[in-house]
């Protein structure tokens, strides 16, 4: 893996930003940008996440920056912390870039209760939290679905979750795109992939998921606070971290596969394999977006 301190010139932009110039390697459409502050960059320095930056760059159709978060480290093709925009029209997608974990992320859900009403409970609290919420390898969620339940679950969203007693009408109001993202298509997803997601659902999986109670000891941002339903100091909340378990990495193998068999088809010529990607405006690309 090596250091790439030595390899790729960085330009210090201010306290938190570097910039890696496209003069480090003439196939770079855009420059590198890393927020890092200096303890950050001497950690970031250490394996070759850098590198990564710089190869996501030569993507076809990028534009602005390729960018990279705080948290960036080594990951396939793209760095983890990665971020890359590309031409609607002209850009491409890499499923590798998306990742296996497809619409992996953090969600906080306020509750109205207080720390004080919890205090002496939390192992109690814990235990019904374990037995209550599927996890770990291989996990089964908290039903088995049929394929055509399946398939609503795809192009409803979240939706077809509250309508199952999962959640409320007022979620969709705080969640990106009401809960569905419109254009999804089961067409576009394999056999393979519906098999392994219809046996789990509601499961938070294994790694770095979890399901963390937390109590609000401190308010940086009144509004910021206000709109995630934090309100007062002590005020219990439950941080989420999950993804789309092995419906989603499924559905990334299979793409992740089809997109390095098509380069050479699309006239592609990339630095690393694992950035194999497709033309938005291609077939290929559309059921890639629609799966």
Not at 149 to 173: C, N, T
């Amino acid at each position: 893996m090596g250091n790439s301190k030595e390899k790729i010139p960085l330009e210090r932009v201010d306290n938190n930003r570097w910039r890696i110039p496209t003069r480090f390697n003439t196939d770079m459409h855009v420059p590198g940008m890393v927020y890092a502050d200096d303890e950050l960059i001497e950690q970031i320095l250490q394996d070759n996440a850098l590198q990564q930056v710089a190869n996501v760059a030569t993507l076809p159709g990028i534009v602005g920056y390729s960018l990279a978060m705080p948290d960036i480290h080594w990951g396939y093709g793209f760095p983890v912390g990665g971020v890359a925009a590309t031409n609607a029209k002209s850009g491409v997608v890499s499923p590798g870039g998306i990742g296996f974990d497809i619409n992996c992320g953090v969600r906080l859900l306020a509750t109205d209760l207080l720390h004080a009403q919890i205090r002496g409970k939390v192992d109690k609290l814990a235990d019904e939290l374990f037995s209550h919420l599927p996890s770990g390898v291989g996990g089964a969620g908290m039903r088995d679905l049929n394929a055509a339940e399946m398939r609503s679950v795809m192009v409803r969203g979240s939706a077809w979750a509250i309508e199952e007693g999962y959640g409320f009408a007022e979620d969709l109001e705080v969640t990106e795109e009401l809960g569905c993202l419109a254009g999804a298509s089961p067409d576009a997803v394999s056999d393979t992939a519906m098999r392994r997601g219809m046996k789990q659902l509601g499961s938070l999986g294994s790694g770095n998921h979890f399901c963390e109670v937390q109590k609000v000891d401190h308010i940086y941002d009144e509004d910021a606070a206000t709109a995630l339903g934090i309100s007062q100091l002590n005020q219990i909340v439950v941080t989420i971290h999950c993804g789309s378990r092995g419906f989603g990495h499924q559905v990334a193998e299979d793409y992740v596969k089809l997109a390095e068999s098509k380069q050479q088809d699309f006239g592609f010529h990339l630095v690393d394999r694992q950035l194999g990607c497709l033309p938005l405006q291609s077939e290929e690309g559309k059921a890639y977006l629609a799966a």
